[in-house]
């Protein structure tokens, strides 16, 4: 691995934006990243706008998410289409764009609702596809204007876990599985293609749990979905998983985990990939071993053409220390990390 992981940028970014908070001019980053998308290796640019932020977020917020680190309040209509703007004068066309609004595309405080379409507008004049974020409340509305860009639309929501508890309990997402299905199958009825995120290891799950939830999680959610993408939890700041981590109760999973997942998921028919933020990083999935390099890039290579045997290839002495691991935690009952393994 010679070059930054893009989305590890964003984090860097993130934190960079803290400091100029201020800003209100300028969109976050644009990257590009690599996936196996509409049925082949596909080269994907993401744009990163600064709006004010998941609704969510100024009422309480996930448990994970520090991404309003990326907002400012005062951020309205006019701040959104200049950087809109000033971003398509650089990258006007491609094949795929993301864009991501550290909340919902389709939050109509966050995005004036006309603006949103001018948006897709102006985007779909140079890009053949384009995938937005929302969480599921926004969908209905939408719903309506949204019909005639199906097939070059993807829509894609953070259900995180189909387990209730865990959303409730772990994630505090203040939606569920049953919110999801029903934007899932509304959107997918009028010919847009849905995108599903799950968080692999939410804060109170042993190792072991957080990898069948993530395994329960996909098979559940597939028939309702394109495209699955498993997120391994890694530490923003601000966040209470953060706190855990700082205080010793929380370890991001291990790179053998994630590895798991994708294997014992490969009977499903929807395309699954993990893009991990900060792999190998101890913010993110890692098995703390010289074999993390090794591992990120298989993982990533997986995701890039959905080829198992860059997976089935990864092997380590350290296959054993991640076992110990996780039978220790299965003794004692509760989620651990290595500190207090260490005590
Ligand atoms: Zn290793």
Redo the contacts with the bound molecule.
């Keep these: 691995m010679n070059k930054v992981d893009p989305q590890f940028s964003r984090e860097i970014a993130g934190i960079r934006n803290a400091i100029t908070r201020s800003n209100k001019t300028d969109y976050v980053t644009t990257y590009t990243e690599k996936e196996f998308f509409n049925g082949k290796t596909t080269v994907e640019r993401v744009l990163i706008m600064r709006t004010r932020g998941c609704s969510w977020s100024y009422h309480s917020g996930c448990s994970m998410c520090g991404y309003w680190d990326d907002t400012n309040p005062d951020i309205g209509k006019r701040e959104l289409e200049n950087q809109l703007t000033s971003f398509l004068r650089d990258y006007p066309n491609g094949e795929v764009l993301k864009i991501f609004t550290s909340g919902s595309f389709f939050d109509p405080i966050e995005i004036d609702p006309v603006l949103q379409f001018e948006i897709i507008e102006m985007v779909l004049r140079g890009y053949t596809n384009l995938i937005v974020e929302s969480r599921p409340e926004y969908i209905r509305k939408v719903l309506g204007n949204l019909k005639k860009y199906g097939g070059r639309i993807q829509v894609a929501m953070g259900l995180e876990s189909t387990d209730p508890s865990i959303l409730k309990n772990s994630v505090n997402k203040n939606y569920d599985f049953d919110d999801f299905k029903e934007a899932a199958s509304a959107l997918r009825e009028n010919g847009i293609s849905v995108r599903t995120y799950l968080l692999l290891k939410p804060p109170f799950l042993t190792e072991r749990e957080a990898i069948n939830d993530s395994i329960k999680s996909a098979r559940d959610l597939a028939p309702y979905s394109d495209f699955i993408s498993i997120n391994p939890m890694n530490i923003q700041r601000g966040t209470l998983v953060e706190k855990m981590y700082r205080e010793g109760n929380y370890r991001p999973p291990w790179l053998w985990s994630v590895v798991t997942v994708l294997q014992s998921l490969r009977d499903v028919e929807v395309p699954i990939v993990s893009l991990i933020t900060a792999s190998g990083k101890k913010r993110g999935a890692h098995?703390g071993?010289?074999?993390?390099r090794k591992f990120s890039e298989g993982i990533r290579n997986y995701s890039e053409t959905l080829d198992f045997s860059y997976l089935d290839g990864l092997k380590?002495?350290?296959?054993e220390t991640w076992k110990n691991f996780s039978e220790v935690e299965e003794e004692a009952g509760v989620a651990m990390s290595e500190v207090m393994l260490n005590d």
């Design positions: 098995n071993h010289t074999c993390d380590c002495d350290c296959k």
